[in-house]
């Protein structure tokens, strides 16, 4: 995959973000992540640090992969995304993650 081809990528997402499901923008980061700068490093954030800690599980479920077969990954999600009719807020899509997880009190 050309570097053309994951800019116009991270390019589309950044556009269509606001209607992604939770789970989609999981898989999105974690390739985007594992394309970048290869395989998770460092401690899994405690469950009082949330957000990082979903974003460290992950990357960390794409670990292993090199940083080519990530892109094209990537590549291929983002060319069949299945987005949402409406657009999602930042304080819905934490309220739905922390119900998916089974977070108690949101943050």
Do not use: H
Request: proline share 2%; with cysteine.
């Amino acid at each position: 995959m050309s570097d053309a081809e994951f800019y116009d990528a991270t390019q589309r997402v950044e556009q269509a973000y606001t209607r992604m499901d939770n789970e989609t923008v999981r898989k999105v980061y974690a390739y985007y992540k594992q394309a970048t700068v290869g395989d998770v490093s460092g401690k899994r954030p405690s469950p009082l640090r949330f957000r990082d800690r979903v974003k460290f599980d992950s990357w960390s479920s794409v670990s292993g992969l090199s940083k080519e077969e990530a892109r094209a990954a990537y590549i291929d999600l983002v060319n069949n995304l299945d987005l949402n009719a409406r657009e999602i807020s930042c304080e819905a899509r934490e309220a739905s993650a922390s119900s998916e997880l089974g977070v108690r009190g949101g943050k």
